[in-house]
């Protein structure tokens, strides 16, 4: 049987909003759908739309452990708010012992390289394990993060991972995620009122001045003007999926 057609997939989803996307989604491609959430104001309100939309998904978060204490307990109100746990995925212990002897606890402030090493260890090998086996990734990219981003379609083949990435709210701007946040009473992690607008680890995260990108405040010790961890740096393809 022919896999689906993300092509045609990508167009039906710019005439639709995000509930909708999730529904047509459920219905194209066949398999576990995995939504990564970094509990930030996008990834808690697309939570919210997919409980909405009622379909079946694995909700996981990459936990580095250097998460700020807001967001911990953001975790623990959300699960309560939505009557549902979010698994945690942890970075392998022997991996990231040797990392930690090898380049100190903060070593990643040492070089983009070390920064990278740490980001491996932290979030990308525990992403790999948390999509594994699934047909479907979820996620909370906007195109209006950063020029990186831009680019993205709203669905398309993810080779790294072998699997459908799709970005139901890649054409919301930041503002409309907020108000959305505020009409519905989502909880959101209190960092962004004192100017955190992208919020990871805590030695890796600053709060921005105002003007600043949105991405400034993340690894701002770097003169890159591509500051990604390594896990959504592929557009992907369009293309049509199985054989």
């Not at 909003?17 to 759908?33: H, I, T």
């Not at 909405?52 to 911990?72: C, H, K, M, W």
């Not at 909370?140 to 020029?147: I, K, V």
Request: net charge negative; proline share 6%; charged share 25%.
């Amino acid at each position: 049987m022919p896999g689906p057609d993300l092509c045609a997939i990508d167009i039906d989803f710019r005439s639709l909003g995000p509930v909708e996307r999730l529904g047509l989604l459920s219905r194209r491609v066949s398999g576990r759908f995995v939504f990564t959430t970094s509990l930030g104001l996008e990834d808690q309100v697309l939570l919210h739309l997919i409980v909405e939309s009622g379909i079946a998904v694995d909700v996981v978060t990459l936990d580095t452990g250097r998460l700020f204490p807001e967001t911990y307990d953001l975790w623990a109100r959300t699960e309560t708010r939505y009557g549902l746990r979010i698994r945690a995925f942890y970075p392998d212990a022997t991996a990231l012992e040797t990392m930690v002897r090898e380049q100190g606890i903060n070593g990643f402030y040492a070089s983009k390289s070390a920064r990278s090493a740490c980001c491996g260890v932290r979030k990308s090998e525990p992403l790999r394990r948390a999509l594994d086996g699934a047909a479907a990734w979820i996620t909370g990219l906007r195109a209006d993060q950063s020029a990186t981003r831009s680019t993205m379609p709203f669905v398309a083949y993810e080779p790294a991972h072998d699997l459908i990435k799709a970005n139901p709210l890649l054409d919301w701007t930041r503002e409309q995620t907020a108000a959305f946040a505020r009409d519905h009473d989502i909880p959101i992690n209190p960092l962004h009122h004192t100017g955190f607008v992208s919020i990871g680890c805590a030695p890796c995260t600053r709060a921005i001045a105002p003007g600043e990108p949105e991405r400034a405040g993340r690894w701002w010790w770097e003169d890159d003007e591509t500051r990604e961890c390594g896990l959504h740096l592929k557009d992907g393809r369009l293309v049509r999926v199985g054989a």
